[in-house]
């Protein structure tokens, strides 16, 4: 099996009921006839105004206004229905129109499970939005939330979303100065806690990381506590509400309409200097992107039970939230998914007839790794889909679903980011699944491979640029007043384009590859973190002077994370060092991030100006000459490089430490 060969081929009945052709057929009757899913894709970008206007037609949502589509068709800047109304939240609750059909189902690793109907999460999203009203929050302001992968997670999501408050949530996995660092500079009104979460078989008690971070945020006015197992509702005392007490008063869900591109949602991005990118998206533009992404690239249905492992730190959790725009129930997973086995979670997915099934492509080699056969734990004739991101996923990885999982079954990997909060490249249901490449450039997105001189390529790896505007693309980022952070996060290297950071190849039938990333983000197991985030904690080590940090992605789905230390004087323990580093990274900041090497070295790289070099650094040490890495002339010490190419030449070609 090689990279391109054709795995799967939708058949006549799945074409002619899939999402996206209901769409051309309608697109047809409006005069616009489209022979292929490419000549589609050709049309959504070449005229932005005519395709997402007919997305908003087609879809009959309410509130469009008079202007123009696309008032200004720039990057960044663009001006996107620039009078019309819409909320979010009302959208997702507007599917379902009988009450007792399922939107949420939950469980988690220990075996708990809870399920709620359209009409409990209306309930209990109203009531909450009554006492956040009480409390005098409306539009704009924050509501920040340290809560896991739980139902109350997504309503407390749609309670602020329908005042038209911004949204932002951290898992409870993260230490407390990483969410500080985040939440600090949104000064949020009020905050939600929990108390624990399981994991892996042991009980993580946060309810002295929950008191910390509400002491450390001064805007906190008022906070609600989440108790996991409902054992103790008052575990954070006085000057907090219970939880159960904050959806007590039944109160009809209302929506407040806003303008098109009124503030969301805050998702967290980082550089590679700096505190964490707030990056900020707009009520309308997730609205028409998610439609799109869910119902054309997904192809979700009222039918489907829509699974996609994640936690609340990740922006899949917002993804798969948007699952209820188009009336599918939503299920929620919150655990390890390798507990009590590498097995627990297809176990369970086919016991709960999950029919879209979706992971990191990590999680899908390591079950290939382990030599799991999933198609021997059940019936899996509900399963239509399975979906991945995070990482790459390898041709290998492709054949084990469809020796493994279920040979007829529609293999669907996308890429996208945080940045956007949706997919550049993904699935459709209406084309063919080829070894190793996604399926196709999403609507509206014009994705291409930019080479060295900033000019599309086809069929050769370049840097995956987006060169028209796209409703997803963030409004700003908070606390950039002049957007001068915002320009220099996506659109430094090629004025008017957005620079995402990822090497990616289009094939000349309009598949893509994804051949890791581009840029200096550290990105484990789907949860992206700026290298800034790891240097804050590491360098507080006594003992540590300096530090580097690069993270390897090879087409495996697996991420190699070496960190490089330059230590004061010469007379530390450099093991105890080492374990004192992991045990920082682990409590203060995620122990998803730990590195899998810590080096030391006599000194960390550096241009002129004190920039750490990461990128040539990666580079040298995925097999790049030196000359070729950097150049040596824009170094403040390049003698420094000698141990990078040392240690380079133990990793070539694939690393096998850790």
């Known amino acids: 099996m090689s990279e391109g060969d054709i795995l799967w081929v939708p058949n006549t009945e799945s074409v002619k009921r899939a999402n996206i052709t209901r769409f051309m057929d309608w697109l047809e009757q409006e005069g616009r006839a489209f022979d292929n899913y490419e000549e589609l894709w050709q049309w959504s970008t070449d005229s932005l105004e005519q395709f997402w206007d007919s997305v908003w037609r087609y879809f009959a949502l309410p509130g469009r206004g008079t202007s123009p589509v696309l008032a200004e068709r720039q990057m960044p800047g663009a001006v996107w229905f620039h009078d019309s109304m819409v909320n979010y939240a009302q959208a997702l609750l507007r599917p379902f129109a009988t009450p007792d059909r399922e939107a949420i189902l939950w469980a988690n690793e220990t075996g708990a499970k809870r399920s709620m109907t359209a009409a409990e999460l209306s309930a209990e999203a109203g009531a909450l939005a009554q006492t956040l009203k009480n409390w005098g929050v409306g539009p704009g302001d924050r509501v920040a939330a340290y809560l896991p992968n739980i139902p109350q997670t997504v309503v407390a999501f749609i309670a602020a979303a329908s005042l038209g408050a911004v949204w932002s949530v951290c898992s409870p996995d993260f230490g407390v100065p990483s969410v500080v660092d985040r939440f600090q500079q949104i000064a949020p009104k009020v905050l939600l806690v929990v108390d624990g979460y399981p994991y892996q078989g042991r009980w993580f008690d946060r309810t002295t990381e929950s008191r910390n971070l509400r002491n450390s945020l001064s805007s906190v006015e008022h906070t609600i506590a989440v108790s996991y197992q409902g054992s103790d509702e008052h575990w954070m005392g006085p000057g907090a509400l219970p939880w159960s007490d904050a959806v ?159 040979s007829d079954v529609w293999l669907a990997p996308a890429s996208g980011g945080t940045d956007i909060c949706a997919a550049f490249v993904g699935g459709c249901p209406i084309l063919p699944v080829r070894s190793g490449e996604m399926q196709c450039r999403t609507l509206g997105a014009k994705v291409e491979a930019f080479d060295a001189r ?62 890791g990333r581009s840029d200096s983000t550290i990105n484990r197991y789907g949860v992206r973190m700026g290298s800034s985030d790891i240097y804050r904690v590491v360098e507080t080590v006594p003992g540590v002077k300096d530090s580097l940090v690069v993270d390897l992605e090879y087409r495996g789905g697996r991420s190699f994370m070496a960190l490089f230390i330059k230590i004061e004087g010469g007379n530390l323990e450099a093991d105890k060092l080492r374990r004192d580093i992991r045990e920082a990274i682990k409590s203060r900041l995620s122990p998803r991030h730990l590195p899998d090497d810590i080096v030391v070295v006599p000194d960390i790289p550096k241009t002129l100006n004190g920039k750490k070099l990461e990128v040539p650094i990666r580079r040298i040490l995925q097999g790049v000459q030196l000359e070729a890495a950097v150049n040596l002339d824009a170094m403040a010490n390049p003698e420094s490089l000698d141990a990078f190419v040392t240690y380079a030449k133990t990793l070539i070609p694939h690393p096998e430490k850790g």
Do not use: C
């Open 248 to 406: 007590r008063e039944p109160h009809p869900v209302a929506f407040r309409g806003v303008p098109f591109a009124h503030p969301l949602w805050i998702l967290y991005s980082s550089g590679t200097t700096g505190l964490p990118k707030p990056i900020v998206h707009s009520h309308g533009g997730m609205l028409l992107s998610h439609l799109v992404n869910g119902s054309f690239h997904l192809d979700l249905t009222p039918q489907d039970r829509f699974f996609w492992y994640s936690t609340t730190g990740w922006m899949m959790w917002n993804v798969v939230v948007s699952g209820l725009l188009s009336g599918s129930t939503i299920v929620l997973y919150d655990g390890s998914p390798a507990y009590p086995g590498q097995d627990a979670l297809w176990r369970w997915a086919v016991g709960e007839e999950i029919t879209i099934f979706a992971s990191s492509a990590a999680f899908l080699h390591n079950s290939m790794k382990a030599e799991l056969e999933p198609r021997e734990f059940g019936n899996w004739s509900h399963l239509r889909a399975v979906a991945s991101t995070g990482s790459p996923l390898t041709p290998e990885g492709y054949e084990w679903v469809y020796g493994a999982v279920k």
């Open 454 to 515: 900033g000019l599309p390529v086809i069929d050769t790896t370049g840097e995956l640029v987006v060169t028209e505007p796209m409703p997803s693309m963030p409004i700003y980022l908070w606390g950039d007043p002049d957007g001068s952070r915002y320009r220099s996060s996506y659109f430094d290297m090629y004025p008017g384009v957005w620079r995402h950071g990822d090497w990616i190849r289009i094939t000349s039938y309009g598949s893509a590859v994804i051949y």
